[in-house]
């Protein structure tokens, strides 16, 4: 990124910081969000935004549910909150500069109601596998920040990282829902929003691959294993 | 097939079926089978064997397993026979032309202890989903028959029927496992046993998929949902 981008990104993400879009101390409100948003609705989170598209209009089309948009870079933070007034969202979606890997900081047991991962850092190599975003041991995050009914939602173009998905989730013992290899000639591609990256990427003809997935009780604990 | 090598397999049919290898009423044998087989070993059986070459391998490496493969296509068997008799597979290799809609009758609760189903049918149409082996109906007679450690180990390299399966196991709450979207480049690849598709079929580069899935009881049953 050129410096004079950067700049002005960093005027964006103080000027959007002032305004209280963005918040620099999620664990301040673990298990008092809904005082934050001032209501009881739902709370959806995406652990990566990038640059916003697929959060503030998902917050645009439901005003009735909270968003809260975490994203490690900072400065990218200054393009979703540009994003976001662009669409003229409303006071439901709260973006904050956050490492995932300490999410039960951030939120209550049962606080969250749905979390969106998009086309999360593939990390490839093996001795990276700990950072991908369905690691083992972010699953246990999730699901402790989780509802025993929500879901986390994923979608990506990498096969392999979804290969490890599947598994990860499985091996947890996650409830597997509306499974897709080919997500945009799918009958769950109504509704989609699509990521910049997706729609970069899927318009070279490249498959989507999606799945959402339950924490619910694991069986094991049920005494079946 | 031309008539005369028609006549050839019906006539290998009826030398293998007098030998015993081939057996015309498996549901005589219901809750029976130790006692045709002669020892208390595991139950494994291929729905669809095809040509045979992936039954017969497995039974030749496995003598201390029983098997049996079923076969809709009575003469087809009489291949699967001679595929037996080359690589000289014992008594713990069954062959019966059978519909696998009628698993049922033919065998006992928890008498199986793994299902294959390779490359089967796609039925690509939606109103033959019904037939695809899959479909929600086949897997609960799998259900049934299986025992509750039992599994399921599915491979195909048609990416609809893949997606469709895992939705149907996913649904009816199956614990999934060992999933792969590139099988032949996988770590699962060891020891597995190429059918005659697979090997044409990969040979060209395309990818095979394959998950394993075990019943247990479901969530649902267990007051979760």
């Known amino acids: 990124m050129r410096i004079r981008g950067r700049e002005k990104l960093i005027k964006q993400y103080q000027m959007h910081k002032a305004a209280g879009r963005?918040?620099?101390?999620?664990?301040?409100?673990?298990?008092?969000?809904?005082e934050l948003f001032g209501n009881d609705n739902p709370?959806?989170?995406?652990?990566?935004?990038?640059?916003?598209?697929?959060?503030?209009?998902?917050?645009?089309?439901?005003?009735?549910i909270n968003f809260v948009g975490i994203e490690l870079e900072h400065e990218l933070l200054g393009r979703v909150g540009?994003?976001?007034a662009e669409l003229e969202v409303g006071n439901n979606l709260i973006l904050t500069p956050a490492d995932?890997?300490?999410?039960?900081?951030f939120f209550d047991a049962g606080e969250v109601h749905r979390i969106y991962l998009n086309f999360s850092d593939p990390w490839p190599k093996t001795r990276h596998a700990k950072r991908r975003l369905t690691y083992r041991s972010f699953l246990q995050s999730y699901r402790s920040v989780?509802?025993?009914?929500?879901?986390?939602?994923?979608?990506?173009d990498n096969?392999?990282?979804?290969?490890?998905?599947?598994?990860e989730l499985a091996d947890d013992d996650w409830k597997l829902s509306a499974i897709t290899l080919d997500l945009h000639n799918s009958r769950w591609m109504e509704g989609n929003i699509m990521?910049?990256?997706?729609?970069?990427?899927?318009?070279?003809?490249?498959?989507?691959?999606?799945?959402e997935a339950r924490p619910y009780p694991k069986r094991e604990q049920q005494g079946v294993e």
């Open 82 to 84: 540009r994003k976001a």
């Open 146 to 156: 989780l509802r025993a009914d929500g879901a986390v939602h994923f979608k990506t």
């Open 100 to 105: 995932a890997s300490r999410l039960i900081d």
């Open 22 to 34: 963005i918040l620099e101390l999620p664990s301040k409100h673990k298990g008092r969000w809904h």
């Open 195 to 211: 990521t910049e990256y997706e729609e970069k990427f899927s318009s070279r003809g490249m498959p989507i691959y999606r799945v």
């Open 43 to 64: 709370i959806y989170i995406e652990i990566g935004t990038g640059r916003g598209r697929f959060i503030s209009t998902l917050a645009h089309q439901h005003p009735d």
């Open 159 to 167: 096969r392999d990282l979804f290969e490890f998905s599947l598994n």
